[in-house]
């Protein structure tokens, strides 16, 4: 496609409930990375996926977050057990190597109530 | 060790005037520094970068300027109009290693009539 492209835009979900965000890089980009945008804050790094390598998980802020990327492009973030401080816009970047700009989707802005 | 700090935090400039956010950091590694640009929805888009070899580089009216020995870096908008009102962000990163970016936390700029 033509961009990063990232479903839902908006979720909201209960508290305990599991969530899966989506994240589809632009085709050929071998580099996807997830941030976490709290209200008036920077953005966080979560996790880094290059070629077939094993991703950068450090920025995970706990167990309930993980990620995974099938075939090297669409990428899943799944959040376990939401909690009110899980909630945020999630956002996806790709780029076509590392070390090189990142593209961003728009976002999933998720409330968790 | 890993910081970027980032002022200030809002900033309102006329129309015509030079707009001026800074960001220092403290890990003397980084090697890349781009500056982001948000507006409301969207994700941040790639405005400018700039490596530490060189003290400035400039794209139309955007300049970042860079001072290796202070550990600094600004980004400088030259006639600035009402379509750069957005949130800017800078950001650093090592080469050579996984190209996770650290941002600051942010700059809300307002440009007005």
């Known amino acids: 496609g033509a961009g990063v492209s990232q479903s839902p835009s908006n979720k909201v979900t209960e508290k305990g409930k599991d969530v899966e965000l989506r994240c589809d890089p632009i085709s050929g980009h071998t580099a996807l990375y997830w941030y976490r945008q709290s209200l008036g804050q920077g953005l966080e790094f979560l996790i880094y996926?290059?070629?077939?390598?094993?991703?950068?998980k450090s920025g995970l802020p706990s167990d309930r977050f993980s990620a995974e990327r099938t075939g090297g492009s669409v990428s899943t973030l799944t959040i376990q057990r939401t909690q009110q401080e899980d909630s945020a816009v999630y956002l996806c970047?790709?780029?076509?190597?590392?070390?090189?700009?990142?593209?961003f989707g728009s976002g999933t802005r998720l409330t968790v109530v | 060790q890993q910081q970027v700090k980032q002022s200030p935090q809002s900033l309102i400039v006329q129309k015509g005037g030079i707009s001026i956010i800074n960001c220092a950091y403290e890990n003397t590694a980084f090697d890349y520094f781009p500056w982001y640009q948000q507006f409301p929805g969207k994700g941040p888009a790639l405005l400018i970068a700039?490596?530490?070899?060189?003290s400035e580089k400039k794209e139309g009216r955007f300049t970042i300027s860079f001072n290796k020995s202070a550990k600094q870096f600004s980004l400088h908008i030259m006639d600035s109009q009402p379509g750069d009102s957005a949130t800017y962000f800078c950001?650093?990163?090592?080469?050579?290693?996984?190209?996770?970016?650290?941002f600051g936390t942010g700059t809300r700029l307002q440009v007005t009539l």
């Open positions: 950001a650093a990163s090592l080469t050579g290693t996984a190209s996770k970016l650290t």
């Open positions: 700039i490596r530490p070899d060189v």
């Open positions: 970047a790709s780029s076509p190597r590392r070390n090189y700009g990142y593209t």
């Open positions: 996926f290059q070629g077939n390598s094993a991703p950068d």
